[in-house]
């Protein structure tokens, strides 16, 4: 008897401390990462967006297309569907992502693939994130 209401104890504990958990880990829109806040002006820097655009086609190109679904999700519109510092986390941050944040869980259960850390520097995601932004802007 004693061993049943342990196991019942304990199967309770762990319920409520792993959705306490999951819960304080998720920082809503700005996603799990070292990005707190992404300052951006209204104006796109051109500088940027050219070296966004070479990271991107070395690192992210064969997994994302720009206006079509491949391994993962197209990017255009990105920026109109999620916060720069949300982009950037996941860029940066893309494991931890996928476990603890719930639009980046529900991406992996849709596309059934892990993004894979590429190793890139956060002034490197900022300059994707430029590139995304050129993209969007430029989208009729």
């Known amino acids: 008897?004693?061993?049943?209401i342990f196991l019942i104890i304990t199967f309770f504990l762990i319920s409520c401390s792993s959705s306490k958990v999951e819960k304080s880990e998720n920082n809503g829109d700005i996603g799990i990462g070292p990005i707190k806040k992404v300052e951006?002006?209204?104006n796109i820097d051109m500088?940027?967006?050219n070296e966004g655009k070479k990271i991107f086609e070395?690192?992210?190109s064969a997994c994302h297309k720009l206006e079509e679904r491949y391994v993962?999700?197209?990017?255009?519109?990105i920026t109109k569907r999620r916060k720069p510092e949300w982009i950037m986390n996941m860029i940066l941050n893309p494991i931890e992502m996928t476990q603890k944040d719930s639009t980046a869980k529900q991406l992996l259960s849709e596309y059934l693939v892990q993004m894979t850390f590429q190793d890139i520097k956060e002034s490197e995601a900022r300059a994707i994130?430029?590139?995304f932004r050129y993209i969007?802007?430029?989208?009729k």
């Open 40 to 42: 951006i002006s209204g």
């Open 1 to 4: 008897m004693k061993n049943k």
């Open 58 to 60: 070395l690192k992210c």
């Open 47 to 49: 500088n940027l967006v």
């Open 129 to 131: 994130l430029e590139y």
């Open 72 to 77: 993962g999700p197209a990017i255009k519109g």
């Open 136 to 139: 969007d802007k430029e989208e």
